[in-house]
DNA sequence: GTTCTAGAAC
DNA sequence: GTTCTAGAAC
């Protein structure tokens, strides 16, 4: 099966060689190219280059769970790397965004629980999961921001960074994998799908309101200098929606993965 | 990971 | 009849 191989062949090609329009960026450790499938407007994987002088043996950085059974600080090095060019490339993004549609919205980074391909990538993709090649439920589920699949790169680096995890953190593959066959709704709103089309369909409307509603801010903000009119007025309190990240709710199956390392 | 397609769902 | 899903691929 070569195509599992296809980016252990990106992390061990020398950067200038790759083709210009995958390659994003690179570095002594990293190199950043476009996914081959993009999930959504913008996708872009951040892998560690080969051979890699952040681990002893190559073979730690095949997969993330390989990555989180041996040693935590070789694993907390590598994902902050990681980390920090997978910033990059969200700044990146966010040019992009506002250069071509004139807002922003979110970049997610993150690492699938249970990869299809070999060799260690990080995801940094962007929020609304728009694009022709998410065709079924397994795309739609693995990038759904807070059913679990989804590992954030923050959520992972917390659990490398708490010292009572000296233990075992181990992903249980086949729970993870149950998570891809959860019903479909929508990340946003909720609202349920009984069918790819339809939920793809509703996921342009939903981008197209964000849309309306952060180009409606922008011109509020030239206007009153502010976000909004009334926010000006400290005494009424509103409720607006910050436009800094908001803290995710932690997800469950994180949480209960996590539960279990640390029994 | 994708492509293809049989047969289920609509 | 057409759309859509889900499993095989040597």
């Given amino acids: 099966m070569s195509w599992m191989k296809a980016l252990e062949n990106y992390a061990r090609t020398a950067p200038e060689e790759l083709p210009k329009d995958i390659l994003l960026s690179s570095t002594e450790h990293t190199v950043t190219v476009k996914d081959a499938y993009p999930k959504a407007m913008y996708h872009y994987l951040v892998l560690p280059r080969l051979p890699s002088s952040l681990v002893s043996s190559s073979s730690r950085i095949s997969s993330l769970q390989s990555l989180l059974s041996g040693d935590k600080e070789d694993a907390l090095r590598v994902v902050k790397i990681l980390g920090d060019d997978a910033e990059l490339a969200k700044s990146h993004i966010l040019e992009e965004m506002r250069k071509k549609h004139g807002f922003e919205w979110d970049v997610n980074i ?42 954030h790169l923050n959520d992972v680096l917390e659990w490398l960074t708490e010292e009572k995890l000296a233990g075992k953190l181990h992903i249980n593959s086949a729970k993870y994998e149950g998570l891809l066959k959860t019903d479909l709704a929508c990340f946003k709103c909720d609202e349920p799908f009984k069918q790819i089309p339809r939920l793809k369909e509703h996921l342009e409307d939903e981008w197209k309101k964000e849309k309306r509603t952060a180009v409606k801010q922008k011109a509020m903000k030239r206007v009153h200098g502010t976000d909004d009119g009334e926010a000006q007025r400290p005494a009424k309190k509103t409720k607006l929606a910050s436009t800094d990240e908001t803290p995710r709710t932690p ?8 539960a279990e390392s640390l029994a």
């Fill in 110 to 151: 993150g690492f699938h629980a249970v990869p299809s391909m070999d060799h260690l990538h990080t995801h940094v993709i962007s929020s609304d999961l728009i694009s022709p090649a998410l065709k079924n439920k397994k795309h739609y589920n693995s990038f759904h921001p807070t059913l679990g699949f989804f590992l």
């Fill in 251 to 258: 997800n469950k199956l994180s949480e209960a993965n996590k």
